[in-house]
Structures are given as C-alpha cells and as structure tokens.
T-cell receptor, first 119, second 113 residues
Framework: DTGVSQDPRHKITKRGQNVTFRCDPI?????LYWYRQTLGQGPEFLTY????????KSRLLSDRFSAERPKGSFSTLEIQRTEQGDSAMYLC?????????????????FGPGTRLTVL | AQSVTQLDSQVPVFEEAPVELRCNYS??????LFWYVQYPNQGLQLLLK??????LVKGINGFEAEFNKSQTSFHLRKPSVHISDTAEYFC???????????FGTGTRLQVFP
C-alpha cells in the first residue's frame, strides 16, 4: 500500500459548476477525514467517517457540500454550485481508532490533496 | 474552545543554524499536541506528538519539542537545520471532547545556504 491517494490533484472549474473529489485511504484504516486548507492557513476540519458512518460535520460544510463513504473504503467529497470562496486545497487523511475508540493516538496519514481553483 | 497560535508566519535561517518554531495553545481540558510538516505540493507528515509522559518529545529528521503546561506551549526545535528542512510546519492540538485535530496557521521555515 502506497498511502492515502487523492484524485484529481488539481481541478479548475467555473463558478456554478459541480465538482467531485475522491480519496482512497490506507486499506486497513477505518477512519477517514476531510480537511480544507486555504492559502496561509492550517487545515480546517470538515467531516470524518468511521467505516461508512459519517460521525461529524463541521459548520464549514455548507449545504452545497456532501461527503460519502458508501462501502467504508474510498470516500467522495462533492461541492455543488461552486463559488470562488471554495478555492482551496482539500486534504484527506485516514487512521485507525485506538483502543478507546478515539482517533488520535494512531497517526493520521494525509494524502497529497486536491487543489481546487474556482474561476 | 481550543485554539492554536503560531506567532511566526515565516522563519528565515541559515543552514546549520539552530531553529525554534513557536506554538502556544488554549484549552480548558487536557490536550495532545502534534507537529506536522508540509513540503510543497504534498500532504502533511507527522513530525512528532506529545500524548503523555516525558515532556521532551523527539521526532523524525532530528526535530524535538517540549511540552510546557504552565506556559501552554509546545515549541519545536532543531539544533542544526538543513536546506531540505525548508517547508511549512503546523502545530495541532487534540482534545477528548472534540476528537479532532485543530491546526495553527503554520510557520514557513526557509533555510538559506
């Protein structure tokens, strides 16, 4: 396994279009996270899954955003009716929960990200 | 609510010089602390983490950090930097009640020959 992969690496779209990104986590990892990173900022949490269940969504995730992980493996993040403010790097990470069922003692492995530019 | 402050947005330093990247956090509950590095056009890689035990934590690539609870700090240090250390460094905090990472705004370390 070569780590977390994301596709595409870059996406340029016009305002109002829909876009979808894919994340393939490390195969044995059952937790999957989505973050957004804008220029000059650190990653901001968007949502995360444990297996196929979406356990939490940030207030940053407006109604135009939807994430799925239908079979508990890869995940997709869709943005509908994109706006210029959606331009950012979208990062995916995966991990396994520790013995307490919490995600943090085991390292989150990050993918290379998808850079979205909305014109 | 938890927050992380990285006071220095950029730190320029010459090769083989020591460096310290500062990180302060705010939290009313116990925290776990992390430093990640991001090279251009890549995702984040974990440098080191503090969960419990010794307050001095050693990580990869010769980096270390010290957890100071009274000063709510977790500064990252390296005694001698290399050109290859040029990257963006992010401090992050995790708490039991949030169960997610909160990142600082990052510090860009620029190492000059």
């Amino acid at each position: 396994d070569t780590g977390v992969s994301q596709d595409p690496r870059h996406k340029i779209t016009k305002r109002g279009q829909n876009v979808t990104f894919r994340c393939d986590p490390i195969s044995e990892h059952n937790r999957l996270y989505w973050y957004r990173q804008t220029l000059g900022q650190g990653p901001e949490f968007l949502t995360y899954f444990q297996n196929e269940a979406q356990l939490e969504k940030s207030r940053l995730l407006s109604d135009r955003f939807s994430a799925e992980r239908p079979k508990g493996s890869f995940s997709t993040l869709e943005i509908q009716r994109t706006e210029q403010g959606d331009s950012a790097m979208y990062l995916c990470a995966s991990s396994t929960p520790d013995g307490r069922g919490q995600g943090i003692r085991n390292e989150q492995f990050f993918g290379p990200g998808t850079r979205l530019t909305v014109l | 609510a938890q927050s992380v402050t990285q006071l220095d947005s950029q730190v320029p330093v010459f090769e083989e010089a020591p460096v310290e990247l500062r990180c302060n956090y705010s939290s009313s509950v116990s925290v776990y602390l992390f430093w990640y590095v991001q090279y251009p056009n890549q995702g984040l890689q974990l440098l080191l983490k503090y969960l419990s035990g010794s307050t001095l934590v050693k990580g990869i690539n010769g980096f270390e950090a010290e957890f100071n609870k009274s000063q709510t700090s977790f500064h990252l240090r390296k005694p001698s930097v290399h050109i290859s250390d040029t990257a963006e460094y992010f401090c992050a905090v995790w708490t039991l009640d949030t169960d997610k990472l909160i990142f600082g705004t990052g510090t860009r370390l620029q190492v000059f020959p």
